[in-house]
């Protein structure tokens, strides 16, 4: 596609169930970005891929959260066991990667999640 | 570890008039960029507006300038003959120039109004 695509658009689920939420990034882009944004709040990172190298975890907020990206291309965050503060916008984001002076990252909609 | 601080929750601006957002950031880091996305209601983030800290000369993009300033750490966009469509959240972001760091940081954003 053109864009960023990310599924589902709205998730509810229950307290203790786990969810996936996937991204399809922008063909070509190595790069890619999961961030989590709450409700009055800014953009919380989660995790960066970048081509073949090891993942930057270091925002997952705990060991509930796991991400992985298949074949350099689609990505799944789950997060298991949910909790009602898990509720939040789940936004994907990829790029061209590391090239100098770029930095622009390409947003997908994101998909909105609700534990009750 | 970098911090973005956006001072204004919320802006409001009549239609045609100017308006200026304000965001100043932390970094002990004398090579990085800067950027201003925005977030409609569509909840897709867009990139508005970046500057690399190496250029003094101050980004333009049409009716969006900033005003770097970059002893004082301070990232002002200015959105000029504001228009209807400028109504949205508007991030700043800061990301490092240093290598294995492509993350992203955001601030909490301000909320802009146009009235007409």
């Known amino acids: 596609g053109a864009g960023v695509s990310q599924s589902p658009s709205n998730k509810v689920t229950e307290k203790g169930k786990d969810v996936e939420l996937r991204c399809d990034p922008i063909?070509?882009?190595?790069?890619l970005y999961w961030y989590r944004q709450s409700l009055g709040q800014g953009l919380e990172f989660l995790i960066y891929?970048?081509?073949?190298?090891?993942?930057?975890k270091s925002g997952l907020p705990s060991d509930r959260f796991s991400a992985e990206r298949t074949g350099g291309s689609v990505s799944t965050l789950t997060i298991q066991r949910t909790q009602q503060e898990d509720s939040a916008v789940y936004l994907c984001?990829?790029?061209?990667?590391?090239?100098?002076?770029?930095?622009?990252?390409?947003f997908g909609e994101g998909s909105r999640l609700t534990v009750l | 570890a970098q911090t973005v601080t956006q001072s204004q929750p919320e802006m409001s601006v009549q239609e045609a008039e100017t308006v200026t957002l304000s965001c100043t950031y932390d970094?002990?880091?004398?090579?990085?960029?800067l950027f201003w996305y925005k977030q409609p209601p569509s909840r897709q983030m867009i990139l508005v507006i970046r500057q690399e800290a190496y250029k003094q000369q101050n980004a333009t993009e049409n009716r969006f300038s900033v005003n770097f300033q970059k002893a004082a750490k301070s990232f002002s966009l200015k959105i000029s003959d504001s228009q209807l469509g400028d109504a949205a959240m508007y991030f700043c972001a800061y990301r490092s120039a240093q290598g294995g760091s492509e993350k992203l940081v955001f601030g909490k954003g301000t909320k802009l109004t146009v009235n007409p």
């Open positions: 891929f970048q081509g073949n190298s090891a993942p930057d």
């Open positions: 063909s070509g882009h190595t790069a």
């Open positions: 984001a990829s790029s061209v990667g590391t090239v100098p002076g770029t930095g622009e990252l390409f």
């Open positions: 970094t002990s880091e004398s090579d990085y960029y």
